[in-house]
């Protein structure tokens, strides 16, 4: 039965979609998306100790964890720096959970096509919601990040889509603007958490994430052709279990044993790019982290003034991908990563040394521009490699190599900070900015129109 006139509709028809419509309800969608997940962050450390008080024992489990690691780093045992590491180390759990569960997403989307497993992961991702709105207890809490954790792939999707769009420029618009959704929902999102009462939170992420599933959908085409997609999904999930190994995700394991895999010298260059992309983010997540105990330690910046400095960065970045990433043409990826990537060195030398505001300001807008450019970039020059029916492996791996950096990053950085002091730790990463950068200057650049891809 048809219902020509109808604008919400379960199945829509797979043709080639406009660029700018799929764009556009992408960008919608991540920003509901982030927002929900966003609101959290300034309420965490009321909420962990909240937790404390109501003597819950699984959290006083995970506190004399959290108090044993901080003793082996030497942190002072102050208590706002005893809540910015536990809620570091829950995300890096969450991060971990996103490492295990992008590259499936990805190699099942090259299956059954992108709408499909999109809506399956915004479902799980509102069930998380519910799950911590509906109960007080921190092991809710807990579940509903292990629940949000493993359905985080709408994001990996969301760059597998833009790459399934035809030209390179369209690519490289999308990436910049999956870009500034992040960037205004963690600006936003953050703000609108923190003027909201603890018990309402939940909720208004639980509304932002069913208001979000339900307009992915009524209106995201699907954007992969079952003659484009991968041979079958037992074929997808084998290759992706491969990259449940660090080794085999730098390795892209999953796209080198398909059917059609690139050539060798696209491969290498592959490997090379999602190389940097790890690097590039265990760095640069690891100081992110450490920015809240430096501003605290020697600005005395209390959480009101860090919730500025976070919207001043957040700005920055918005504004940044708006005007400049997104207009950078096809083929000038490579030497805009390797410009900001530079920019970084000076930027964390200041934030590191620095004992002046207008020092910290500086090496923040250095830093906000490196850091509005380099993922962007990144991902629109991955987005080329692999045929239509490997791109939601490609994209997953890279996401999952990301989300391992941001696992990883955040603790090695956090003990440095701690064992080796604020100057040599931002010191020390500054100068290995350096590394990926030599990496990049090998590159070969894809060529479009390979037969294999």
Avoid at 184 to 197: I, N
């Amino acid at each position: 039965m048809e219902s020509g006139g109808a604008s919400c509709t379960p199945r829509p028809p797979i043709r080639p979609q406009p660029a700018r419509r799929v764009l556009a309800v992408l960008f919608l969608g991540l920003l509901l998306d982030l927002l929900a997940f966003s609101l959290l962050l300034p309420l965490l450390p009321g909420l962990l100790e909240s937790h404390g008080r109501a003597h819950d024992p699984l959290y006083g489990l995970w506190q004399r964890g959290v108090d044993w690691f901080a003793t082996a780093i030497g942190m002072p045992a102050e208590k706002r720096y005893n809540s910015v590491l536990f809620g570091g180390l829950i995300g890096s759990g969450f991060s971990f959970l996103q490492f295990l569960s992008a590259p499936l997403t990805g190699a099942a989307s090259d299956c059954v096509g992108r709408r499909p497993v999109m809506l399956l992961s915004l479902m799980g991702l509102a069930t998380s919601y519910a799950v911590w709105a509906a109960s007080r207890s921190f092991a809710a809490f807990l579940a509903s990040r292990v629940i949000g954790g493993i359905s985080k792939g709408n994001v990996s999707l969301s760059t597998a889509i833009v790459a399934d769009l035809g030209l390179p420029s369209a690519r490289s618009q999308g990436m910049a603007v999956i870009g500034v959704a992040f960037s205004l929902a963690f600006t936003l999102g953050p703000m609108l958490g923190a003027s909201l009462p603890m018990e309402m939170a939940p909720w208004l992420s639980l509304l932002f994430a069913v208001l979000d599933l339900l307009f992915i959908f009524c209106f995201l085409p699907e954007t992969l052709p079952p003659e484009k997609r991968a041979p079958s999904i037992t074929l997808g999930f084998r290759t992706a279990a491969d990259l449940l190994s660090p080794l085999a995700l730098l390795q892209f394991a999953a796209v080198a044993n398909s059917q059609n895999p690139p050539s060798v010298d696209r491969l290498r260059s592959l490997r090379r790019l999602g190389l940097v992309y790890f690097l590039y983010l265990f760095l640069f997540s690891g100081l992110e982290y450490t920015l809240s105990f430096l501003a605290h330690q020697r600005f005395q910046f209390t959480s009101l003034q860090q919730g500025k400095m976070f919207f001043f960065i957040g700005l920055t970045m918005a504004a940044v991908q708006g005007a400049y990433a997104r207009r950078i043409h096809p083929g000038g990826e490579v030497a805009a990563v390797k410009q900001a990537m530079l920019l970084l060195v000076p930027a964390f030398l200041l934030i590191g040394w620095g004992c002046s505001l207008p020092t910290l300001g500086l090496g923040l807008l250095l830093y906000s521009f490196a850091a509005a450019v380099v993922v962007p970039c990144l991902s629109s020059v991955v987005a080329g490699y692999g045929s239509p029916g490997q791109k939601g492996t490609v994209m997953g791996t890279l996401r999952s190599l990301g989300a391992l950096a941001r696992a990883v990053g955040p603790v090695v950085a956090a003990s440095v900070y701690w064992l080796a002091g604020a100057q040599a730790c931002f010191t020390v990463c500054a100068g290995l900015f350096l590394l990926p950068v030599l990496l990049l200057r090998k590159l070969r650049h894809p060529t479009p129109g390979l037969k294999a891809e």
